[in-house]
């Protein structure tokens, strides 16, 4: 059964703290994707993986980075949080290549910026 | 213009009822469409994909694309309480360039 795990469920953190999420796949997968979901808007792609240590720009990056030093795992860093990133965050990963792969999601990270 | 547009909703209709949600989309690129049903505080999971114009099928649920109008629907027949979640269509380019609408939440009433 395929599975992507994230760190925390809900987290409530305050203004200019640094902020990790971290996302776990068990598939071997070579894409791991970040989006963030907000209402009216929908997901939108924060960065993307498609190899170790290799990282994409997505459409919202601003105020993100990104680590992937394990294929297994791809972590999303807020270097300061601020009050409009406040969003429920998804984890996703999928099969390499350019082929129309499913993207297996995670449970989800509903951060709280205060 | 968003490139995928879907009403958000929300949708109510009674147990039992055919339920029509749809998507359009303005990219004409070559492409793959996908939906999503998304349960709440989970996260999305795939519940069907087409590339072609026309249906495909399977069990309770339709997905017809019609890309002379831009236009993607997904039909759930016989509708279960079970079915309430968001449905979130997706664009899908070459390359894994997904593109998701923002979601139609639906409630089906028992």
């Known amino acids: 059964d395929v599975k992507v795990t994230q760190s925390s469920r809900y987290l409530v953190k305050r203004t200019g703290e640094k902020v990790f999420l971290e996302c776990v796949q068990d598939?071997?997968?070579?894409?791991m994707f970040w989006y963030r979901q907000d209402p009216g808007l929908g997901l939108r792609l924060i960065y993307f993986?498609?190899?170790?240590?290799?990282?994409e720009k997505g459409d919202i990056p601003e105020g993100y980075s990104v680590s992937r030093e394990k294929k297994e795992r791809f972590s999303l860093i807020l270097e300061s949080a601020s009050t409009n990133q406040t969003s429920m965050y998804l984890c996703a990963s999928s099969l390499g290549g350019n082929s129309y792969n499913e993207q297996f999601f995670g449970p989800g990270t509903r951060l709280t910026v205060l | 213009q968003k490139e995928v547009e879907q009403d958000p909703g929300p949708l109510s209709v009674p147990e039992g009822a055919i339920v029509s949600l749809n998507c359009t989309y303005s990219?004409?690129?070559?492409?793959?469409f996908m939906w999503y049903r998304q349960y709440s505080r989970k996260g999305p999971e795939l519940l069907m994909y087409t590339y072609s114009s026309g249906n495909k099928e399977d069990g309770r649920f339709t997905a017809q694309v019609d890309k002379s109008s831009k236009y993607i629907s997904l039909f759930i027949r016989d509708s279960q309480p079970s079915d309430s979640a968001t449905y979130l269509c997706?664009?899908?380019?070459?390359?894994?360039?997904?593109?998701f609408g923002p979601g139609t939440r639906l409630s089906v009433l028992p």
């Open positions: 598939m071997d997968h070579e894409n």
């Open positions: 990219n004409s690129a070559f492409q793959y």
């Open positions: 993986s498609y190899d170790v240590k290799m990282k």
């Open positions: 997706a664009r899908v380019s070459y390359g894994q360039n997904f593109v």
